[in-house]
């Protein structure tokens, strides 16, 4: 079997060194387009379970992670001068250029044929038996297949991101969030930052703004046609100085550093003849859950996996691949969807709640209560207590003052209210604004329709920009989702 893959990325690499290790009498040539000790990025972070899943199928992730990488257990969010933790996070980063190198060497030794600085298209490599697509979330292979073909689709956020490196030692991961001053009053001006050690003296350090703070300071004259390799100077020494407080005046540090919009892809098939595509090439989560390169090794594993047990019938491997990872891609997509809803409306949040609930919502935006309270049962104690001392009771037993005596309703107890009908495609702001007009005095909202996030979101609009109570319809809610939905200040109230 002739093989050809196009990408030296993790997961070409990890493939590349499986397939021609796995497949009888494979010949594996691998084409990627930069020089083999160039990497743009800077550091990759994994859980534990993913460090694990990998080195099951091979080792060298975690013999990379042992000799240069960071290790941590804690996640940290600061924002107003206080910290809050969540322990019980193992996770693990390393500089990508050591896992490449690694992975570069696995293949090699493997057998595989890495050809640099040689870029190919799929209409190049036709006496191939097999082309296996790792080019990444641009990937130039499914734009010749066709989106149409594969069932493509593309959800692009609202937040600006901008990637660098620093020279700010941190502990793990750490999310800092901070208001930048002089900015017109009509726009958040908040700015937050994804940091984490990736070792050699150095953290990723990622930035996300909302569009009008991101103008409204200065941010947007790069100019986005600009070729790959220059970064935006002027953000990055920008942002060193909205973030000096918080990184004591530490460097940032640029490698084809420049702002966008983070852009998930989802696709119906991953293959077309003898083309299978594998990570970004077909799929993306939100870079907050940490899932891009572990998604893309797993792919690399289902992958060759798949070819090595039907090396006789391509069609029946690429369906197979497709069987094992398409519904655990789903998941993740599905988990990555509040964490990125989360960073669009981050400002909201810091200029609503004190330090404490802002880390808790955080921290319970994929997860309730429970999950949290087992991997860390401070974390939600803490929340628990800053509850009681404000309200007197418990998140469930208190009451919301004027309109409620506790916060869990059977439909026999629901107050006068107007009804909000979430999601059909309504920004939640507007939502909320057509239902209240022509009802002035209402204090309070009841939301329905939509799937869960949708009355969520429009939930947090009624009652952190608009100024109304906010109960949500939630028919088979439980008491930790009520609580966690109530505790986090998602709502203040659920309807069962």
């Known amino acids: 079997m002739r093989i050809a893959i196009i990408g030296g990325g993790p997961g070409g690499l990890l493939f590349a060194a499986l397939a021609a290790r796995n497949i009888p009498g494979a010949h594996v040539d691998l084409f990627e387009r930069n020089r083999a000790d160039e990497a743009f990025g800077f550091g990759v972070v994994f859980s534990n379970a993913t460090q694990s899943g990998v080195d099951a199928a091979d080792s060298a992730l975690r013999e990379t992670l042992d000799a240069s990488g960071v290790r941590w257990d804690a996640i940290r969010v600061t924002a107003k001068g206080e910290t809050m933790t969540f322990a019980g996070n193992g996770m693990g980063a390393v500089l990508r250029k050591d896992l490449l190198a690694a992975l570069q060497q696995r293949a090699v030794a493997a057998g595989a044929h890495l050809h640099f600085s040689a870029p190919r298209c799929i209409d190049e490599l036709g006496d191939y038996d097999v082309i296996v697509a790792a080019d990444g979330a641009n990937s130039q292979t499914r734009a010749a297949i066709g989106d149409d073909t594969l069932g493509v689709t593309y959800e692009t956020a609202a937040a600006k991101f901008i990637w660098f490196a620093t020279d700010a030692p941190f502990e793990g991961l750490t999310f800092l969030h901070t208001h930048a001053e002089g900015l017109p009053d009509d726009v958040a001006g908040v ?17 996300e703004t909302d569009e009008d703070t991101w103008r409204a300071a200065g941010l947007d004259a790069f100019a986005p046609a600009t070729p790959p390799g220059p970064s935006d ?8 100085q909205i973030f000096a407080p918080l990184i004591g005046g530490a460097h940032l540090i640029g490698n084809n550093s420049r702002w966008g ?4 892809i989802r696709a119906r098939s991953w293959h077309r003849g003898n083309v299978a595509l594998l990570g970004d090439a077909v799929h993306t989560a939100h870079f907050s859950v940490g899932s891009g390169t572990k998604m893309s090794l797993e792919d690399a594993i289902a992958l060759a996996d798949a070819l090595a047990a039907h090396p006789d019938d391509v069609e029946a491997a690429f369906l197979a691949y497709e069987g094992v990872r398409q519904p655990q891609v789903a998941r993740i997509q599905g988990a990555a969807r509040p964490s990125l809803s989360w ?6 949040y810091f200029h609503a709640f004190e330090p404490w609930q802002f880390g808790f919502h955080f921290f319970s935006r994929a997860l309730p209560a429970a999950k949290i309270a087992r991997r860390d049962p401070d974390a939600v104690d803490r929340a628990l207590r800053q509850w009681q001392n404000r309200h007197g009771a418990p998140p469930l037993e208190s009451a919301v003052t004027g309109l ?4 869990v309703l059977d439909r026999d107890q629901l107050p006068p209210v107007v009804t909000v009908a979430a999601g059909d495609g309504i920004r939640p702001d507007d939502a909320v604004r057509e239902a209240l007009a022509g009802h002035a005095d209402a204090s309070a909202v009841l939301v329905t329709g939509g799937s869960a996030l949708d009355r969520q979101l429009t939930a947090e609009a009624a009652r952190l920009r608009h100024g109304v109570a906010a109960i949500i319809d939630e028919p088979e809610c439980d008491e930790d989702r009520a609580m966690t939905l109530v505790l986090s200040g ?6 069962r």
């Open 404 to 407: 409620l005596d506790r916060r």
């Open 191 to 207: 700015f937050a930052a994804h940091a984490y050690p990736i070792g050699g003296g150095l953290s990723t350090f990622i930035v």
């Open 233 to 240: 100077e002027h953000s990055q020494h920008r942002l060193e």
């Open 490 to 495: 998602r709502a203040d109230a659920v309807l």
């Open 343 to 348: 960073w669009e409306n981050f400002g909201t």
């Open 261 to 264: 919009n983070f852009r998930t």
